[in-house]
Nanobody, 128 residues
Framework: EVQLVESGGGLVQAGGSLRLSCAAS????????IGWFRQAPGKGREGVSC????????YYRDSVKGRFTISSDNAKNTMYLQMNSLKPEDTAVYYC?????????????????????WGKGTLVTVFS
């Protein structure tokens, strides 16, 4: 059974940091595009950052560039999102997801291709 389990969310003051983890089981990352998406209260889901597990290319949405860093450890089947300089507008449920197709990270993260598996999410709340 394929499972993605997020962890690391929590309550943090603006300017603080959190590190999210996404542990996968039932398959390996190799060759897939994996990413973080978020959904804020009352808003639609948006791609935050994606990484190709094959060539390590990355994509970040403009609002998180320079503050968030995505990485993956294929040996551990775990993906991370280091979030620094957090802002109240980063408050959302963060989901990890995997696309098994050979699409580019930009297209996957911008929602042009459906993701094959999703985690259940972890809540990040940033207060000012």
């Amino acid at each position: 059974e394929v499972q993605l389990v997020e962890s690391g969310g929590g309550l943090v003051q603006a300017g603080g940091s959190l590190r999210l983890s996404c542990a996968a089981s039932g398959f390996t990352f190799d060759g897939y595009t994996i990413g973080w998406f978020r959904q804020a209260p009352g808003k639609g889901r948006e791609g935050v950052s994606c990484i190709s597990s094959s060539d390590t290319s990355t994509y970040y949405r403009d609002s998180v560039k320079g503050r968030f860093t995505i990485s993956s450890d294929n040996a551990k089947n775990t993906m991370y999102l280091q979030m620094n300089s957090l802002k109240p507008e980063d408050t959302a449920v963060y989901y990890c997801a995997i696309n098994r197709g050979a699409w580019g990270v930009r297209g996957v993260c911008q929602g042009h291709y459906a993701m094959d598996y999703w985690g259940k999410g972890t809540l990040v709340t940033v207060f000012s």
